[in-house]
């Protein structure tokens, strides 16, 4: 019988680990703008997560990311940059 309950213990407190790891994604909206120059089709990559999105000829885009994902957006004509997301940009 302690033997069941030492394993019984041992599983919450995995299973409590183990949820309380999970931050679950949320829709980041966002628009890239550059002087002057139309900025639709670029692609927007979560490297975090491996999602990726394409800037419509406005430069905006929406893409599923938390904070401390790290996003990738790149371009024909434009240099790539990488950018680490804060709880800043979900506001």
């Known amino acids: 019988m302690k033997n069941n309950y030492v394993l019984f213990i041992f599983f919450l ?14 829709v980041l909206k966002g628009r890239i703008v550059a002087d002057s120059i139309e900025v639709e089709n670029l692609t927007v990559f979560n ?16 893409i599923k990311a938390r904070a401390t994902d790290t996003l990738f957006i790149q371009g024909l004509s434009y240099d790539s940059k990488k950018y680490i997301l804060t709880d800043k940009d979900f506001w």
């Open 47 to 62: 490297i975090t997560s491996n999602v990726g999105a394409v800037t419509n000829i406005d430069g905006r885009f929406s």
């Open 13 to 26: 407190f995995i299973f409590q680990f183990g949820t309380a790891q999970h931050v679950e994604r949320k």
